[in-house]
């Protein structure tokens, strides 16, 4: 049995809690409190959980006892340990109302194949079940998930190196600095090459992130301590004073909150030079100015930061002042939680000065005439192979691709600063949202079918788990 034969078991299990009206979401946030134990005893690492609350204390109780021992265990742990032990358990409670729902999980978990994940790497199995959270579209998760393939291509071309610092400001499940942190790891042997306080630097400062959804950030301390990852995660709202001391980085990787601020407000920051009530366009701003002088990122923003105007174009001003923005690579639709959202990829660098840094832009469209993405066409690496190859070029201006482009930054002034620029015309048959095609509405047909299919299998299960109950 390998990893994603159990990430689907586990999966299954959801189905168990329907009649306690539990989500996805929460059930992923259950699945984390008992996994932790389970994944403790595992690893040999249970000296963190007081002798009373382990794992094989927990899978004797049944009935009432075991309702009332597991919230007992939850607010000990989340009061009383230490560590990221009490960090994950901190506000924890419990959701499952139905003492025979939780025993099930408890002994469905046991009786998996541990060995086999130990083997492939519990890390890769927590992620996993991650993933299956925000592929599912109830759940509402995938806002907090970017595509496994769109992190690994910007941390690729970003390349973060041993000893620099790295933060995404908006972590969701911690999966960009996970990527940068294994990058680096495959770089070095898994620190071995390193020195011995080089590797803890990497372990325990290089690789920080900070989330504001509690719960989130629940999932992402799990999934970092599951990569063998030690530093900061903070719970807390980048765009409040906290984020004054979130700065100092080489390298920022992230794909923060499309939105506006509640109510309309502004961010509670006093730092920022052009505070708006768009979320993005704030964190835009927060980001290259976290940035040491030459410190580099690749950010994941929607369209409007390219041509909001007022505070909207006076904030690409200040970023191309303040950084070289040598790259835009615009997306394709279709790849996110939220069909339709259009989304880029900006690569900048912070200058040594803050005067006139960006000279022009390269523009990568790998939106026009582009496939419907979705379950049916899911998006790969293969999809990014030509960018990655105009990226690294020694001469950019010498690669042959209708797909790449360039302007000055004298022509961009030319157009209000507008940076929603680099399209191709769509041919007939183009795969745009303002203009929908048979092709792409087949497709979209085709996920709501996958959609139904999933439906018949989770109500066959709910079915099967009534059946079990009447014998």
């Known amino acids: 049995m390998n990893n994603q034969d159990i990430v689907a078991k586990l999966w299954r299990l959801s189905h168990v809690l329907r009649d306690d009206g539990i989500t996805y979401h929460q059930y992923v946030t259950e699945l984390t409190y008992i996994l932790f134990l389970k994944m403790a005893k595992e690893t040999g690492t249970e000296d963190q959980i007081p002798a009373e609350y382990r794992w094989d204390i927990l899978r004797t109780k049944s009935g009432i006892e075991l309702k009332r021992y597991y919230r007992n265990l939850l607010q000990h742990l989340g009061e009383e340990a230490t560590g990221r032990v009490q960090e994950i358990y901190a506000g924890a409670s419990t959701n499952i109302d139905e003492p025979a729902n939780l025993k099930k999980i408890i002994s469905s978990i046991d009786a998996l194949d541990w060995y086999s994940a130990r083997e492939e790497g519990l890390g890769n199995l927590y992620e996993g079940l991650l993933e299956k959270n925000a592929n599912e579209k109830k759940s509402g998760a995938g806002q907090y998930f970017t595509p496994r393939v769109l992190i690994d291509v910007m941390v690729r071309l970003m390349d973060p190196q041993p000893g620099e610092k790295c933060n995404d400001p908006a972590c969701g499940t911690f999966g960009f600095m996970i990527a940068a942190n294994q990058h680096v790891r495959e770089a070095t042997d898994d620190f071995f090459t390193l020195g011995q306080d080089q590797a803890e630097f990497e372990v325990k400062q290089a690789f920080t992130g900070v989330e504001l959804v509690h719960d989130t950030h629940r999932l992402a301390l799990m999934n970092a301590m599951l990569h063998g990852i030690e530093a900061p995660i903070t719970l807390g709202d980048t765009l409040s004073p906290l984020g004054k001391n979130v700065r100092g980085f080489d390298l920022v990787l992230t794909n923060p909150p499309f939105g506006t601020k509640k109510g309309g407000e502004r961010a509670s920051r006093d730092d920022l030079t052009f505070p708006t009530s768009n979320k993005q366009l704030n964190f835009l701003q927060h ?106 070029a020694s001469d950019r201006a010498t690669i042959a691709d209708e797909r790449w482009s360039h302007l000055t930054r004298e022509e961009i002034a030319d157009k209000d600063d507008s940076l929603d620029r680099g399209l191709l015309r769509a041919s007939d048959n183009a795969n745009d949202l303002n203009d929908i095609d048979p092709g792409q509405m087949t497709a979209e047909a085709a996920d709501l079918l996958d959609e139904a299919v999933d439906l018949l299998r989770t109500l066959s299960a709910e079915l099967s788990v009534k059946d079990n109950e009447v014998e």
């Open 287 to 392: 980001i290259y100015r976290s940035l040491k002088p030459g410190g580099r990122a690749a950010v994941v923003l929607p369209d409007n930061v390219l041509f909001a105007d007022g505070d909207g174009r006076r904030i690409r001003e200040d970023l191309m002042d303040k950084c070289n923005l040598h790259t835009i690579l615009r997306l394709p639709t279709g790849i996110f939680y939220a069909q339709g959202v259009k989304t880029n990829v900006l690569f900048f660098e912070r200058g040594k000065t803050d005067k006139g840094n960006t000279s022009g832009i390269w523009f990568y469209d790998l939106r026009t005439n582009m496939p419907s993405f979705g379950k049916r066409t899911p998006l790969t690496t293969g999809h990014f192979t030509d960018f990655e190859s105009a990226y690294a």
